[in-house]
C-alpha cells in the first residue's frame, strides 16, 4: 500500500506535460489578445463617421469655409480617437507576443519529433503573424497622420486645388496599403489558427472546443 500510495505521490508531482504548458500559453494568448478584438467594431464605426464628415465637406467645397473648418474639427476629433483605439489594439498585441515568447521553452521538452516540428511551424507563424502586425500598425499610423494633415489643411482658406489633391492622393495611397497589410495579417491568423487546431489535435491534449 504504501509503494502505491508514493506512486501516486510522484505521479503528481510531475506536473503538466510540455504539450499542456503551451495549450496554456497559447490559450492565454488568445485571451490577451481580446482588447484587440474588442476595438474592431468601434474603430470601424469611427472610421465611418469620418468617412461620412469628409464626404460632407467635399459636397461642400471652400466656399462655405466655415462649416468646412467646423467639420474638420469634428474629423481630427474623430481621428484622436481612432489613435486611442489603435494603441490600445497595439498594447494588446505586444501583451500578447510576450506570453507567446514562453513556447520557446517547452518546445525542446517534447519528446514526439513530428509534434514538435509542428510546434515550430506554429511558433513562426505566430512570429510572422506578430512582424505583419507591426507594418499593419505603422502603416496605419502613417495614414492616421496624413488624414490629420489633411483635415488642419482644410481649415486655411487660402487652400489650393492642387495642394488639397495632392494629399488626398497620399491618403488615399496610404489607405491603399493598409488594406494590403491587413489583408495579410488576416491570412496569417487564420493560418496560425489551423495550425494550433492541428498541434491541439496531434497531441491528444481532448480540447472539446478552440478559441481563435
Known amino acids: ?20 504548458n503551451i495549450y496554456s500559453t497559447l490559450e492565454k494568448v488568445v485571451t490577451l489578445e481580446d ?10 464605426e469611427l472610421e465611418k463617421k469620418e468617412s461620412d464628415l469628409y464626404n460632407e465637406i467635399m459636397n461642400l467645397g471652400m466656399k462655405e469655409f466655415e462649416k468646412v473648418v467646423a467639420l474638420s474639427k469634428e474629423a481630427l476629433t474623430l481621428i484622436d480617437e ?17 506570453e507567446f515568447a514562453a513556447v520557446n521553452e517547452e518546445i525542446e521538452k517534447i519528446d514526439d519529433e513530428k509534434l514538435k516540428e509542428k510546434v515550430k511551424d506554429l511558433k513562426a507563424k505566430m512570429e510572422d503573424r ?3 502586425y507591426e507594418s499593419l500598425y505603422n502603416t496605419y499610423k502613417t495614414s492616421i497622420s496624413l488624414d490629420k494633415e489633411l483635415y488642419i489643411m482644410l481649415q486655411k482658406e487660402d487652400l489650393t486645388l492642387e495642394s488639397l489633391e495632392a494629399q488626398i492622393t497620399k491618403v488615399n495611397d496610404s489607405y491603399k496599403k493598409v488594406m494590403e497589410e491587413n489583408e495579410k495579417f488576416n491570412k496569417l491568423t487564420e493560418e496560425y489558427n489551423e495550425l494550433k487546431i492541428d498541434f491541439y489535435k496531434n497531441a491528444e491534449l481532448n480540447v472539446e472546443e478552440v478559441n481563435s
Open 35 to 44: 482588447t484587440f478584438k474588442d476595438q474592431q467594431q468601434p474603430l470601424l
Open 1 to 20: 500500500m504504501l509503494a502505491f500510495t508514493l506512486l501516486i505521490f510522484l505521479s503528481g508531482c510531475m506536473g503538466p506535460s510540455p504539450e499542456e
Open 82 to 98: 481612432r489613435e486611442s483605439k489603435i494603441e490600445a489594439e497595439y498594447d494588446s498585441i505586444i501583451s500578447s507576443k510576450k
Open 130 to 132: 506578430y512582424t505583419s
